[in-house]
């Protein structure tokens, strides 16, 4: 018998300067019309927070265990195929992926109107299904002072049979 597993994961990232062309991506969709985030990849707060809980659960190490910001193949790499690629390194280390909960914290951009989209982007990168909520600070800390935002994920997966 093989008990489930439980990874928590989080990332935070900080708002690319006023004037800047860098595109906004939270939870696998471009978001138009926002101001970006700043970081090596595309800055995707919530894929990347997705990836973290699920290499934490799999006891593999973390986001930059596996995509440092030394590695130049990761530069600019959208958070969807980070999210697809950990999915896959999780699978190869002997895991299946129950699920992934995942909550943004920050001041915008407004979820609501496309949760379900990014849940089905989310939940298509991982091969498996991601809930996606989302959260304000009420003013309080970097994200409620809109200098960034912030995302909480958890996973559990589950040794394959092959595995056990």
């Known amino acids: ?7 928590v994961g989080t990332d935070v990232h900080a708002f690319a300067a006023e ?5 906004l991506r939270v939870a696998g969709l471009d978001w138009p019309g926002e101001r ?13 927070a997705c990836c973290d809980a699920l290499f934490s659960a ?3 190490g973390d986001v930059g265990t596996h995509f440092g910001t030394s590695d130049p193949r990761w530069a600019g790499a ?8 950990a999915a896959r390194r999780v699978r190869e280390a002997g895991f299946e992926i129950g699920n992934v909960a995942v909550q943004l914290i920050g001041n915008r951009p407004r979820l609501g109107p496309r949760r379900a989209e990014a849940e089905a982007a989310l939940s298509t990168a991982c091969g498996a299904p991601v809930s996606l909520s989302a959260t ?11 200098e960034g935002v912030a995302a909480v994920a958890t996973a559990l997966v589950v040794a394959s049979a092959a595995h056990l």
């Open 19 to 23: 004037g800047s062309d860098r595109p």
């Open 1 to 7: 018998m093989s008990l489930p597993r439980v990874g």
């Open 78 to 85: 959208p958070g969807a195929a980070l999210l697809e690629e």
């Open 136 to 146: 304000t600070t009420d003013g309080l800390g970097l994200t409620g002072r809109g």
């Open 36 to 48: 970006g985030l700043e970081g090596h990849s595309d800055a995707d707060v919530v894929a990347h």
């Open 58 to 60: 799999a006891g593999i």
